[in-house]
């Protein structure tokens, strides 16, 4: 067990909704990251953020968004809905913004988009 | 950009055997290297890693050495479990940014 923990475990739902992913980083940890894996992209960095501040962004499209709250955790939203979207959403969290910190990753989301 | 290649799976092993993954990187500077390891059904765990050139990570009997004259990170365990079949990513974390780069992944099957 990381320590990072996601919730929901599995999500499914349909073209053109809403989801929103949720990740409590391990208890310390000051940052978090997004991760997607799907079968064609492979593991993806979505977007970090640090101490509620976003602080990186990678492939990330323009129907996706997240925030980082006061309590650190995070929540990654999915709006408009594809079916390409379909994936594992991992959230990663490290204790600050080192490249040699270790980063944590929790156990995912799978979303399937129907 | 920075990228990692990994090499292709499937990698079927009977228990007992030698395990080497090759990794080789793309990447300007000194990047860190990692060796995760996800088991069916489960996230991402850190298996080992490496900061700087020439370093070692070991870890579980698992070992992988930063060799920058090759920019490779291989990794290998002389003895292979069952227990050990997984999915093997190779990753990097370039100074001055905090986000991994992720290989393609390698699936690893060790028969009894």
């Known amino acids: 067990d990381s320590g990072v923990t996601q919730t929901p475990k599995h999500l499914i739902t349909a073209t053109g909704q809403r989801v929103t992913l949720r990740c409590s980083p391990r208890?310390?940890?000051?940052?978090v990251y997004w991760y997607q894996q799907s079968l064609d992209q492979g593991l993806q960095f979505l977007i970090q953020?640090?101490?509620?501040?976003?602080?990186a962004k990678g492939n990330i499209l323009e129907r996706f968004s997240a925030q980082q709250f006061p309590d650190l955790h995070s929540e990654l939203n999915l709006s408009s809905l594809e079916l390409g979207d379909s994936a594992l959403y991992f959230c990663?969290?490290?204790?600050?913004?080192?490249?040699?910190?270790?980063?944590?990753f929790g156990p995912g989301t799978r979303l399937t988009v129907l | 950009g920075n990228s990692v290649t990994q090499m292709e799976g499937p990698v079927t092993l009977s228990e007992e055997a030698f395990l080497t993954i090759n990794c080789t990187y793309t990447?300007?500077?000194?990047?860190?290297l990692f060796w995760y390891v996800q088991y069916p059904g489960e996230g991402l765990q850190l298996l080992l890693k490496?900061?700087?050139?020439?370093d070692k990570g070991s870890n579980k009997g698992f070992e992988a050495t930063y060799r920058k004259e090759t920019t490779s990170f291989h990794l290998e365990k002389g003895s292979v479990q069952v227990s050990d079949s997984a999915v093997y990513f190779c990753?990097?974390?370039?100074?001055?940014?905090?986000?991994?780069?992720f290989g393609k992944g390698t699936k690893l099957t060790v028969n009894p």
């Open positions: 953020y640090y101490n509620g501040e976003e602080r």
């Open positions: 990753a990097l974390r370039q100074g001055g940014s905090e986000k991994l780069v």
């Open positions: 990663a969290s490290s204790v600050a913004v080192s490249n040699t910190d270790t980063q944590y």
């Open positions: 490496a900061t700087k050139a020439d």
């Open positions: 990447a300007t500077g000194y990047p860190s």
């Open positions: 208890s310390g940890d000051l940052s």
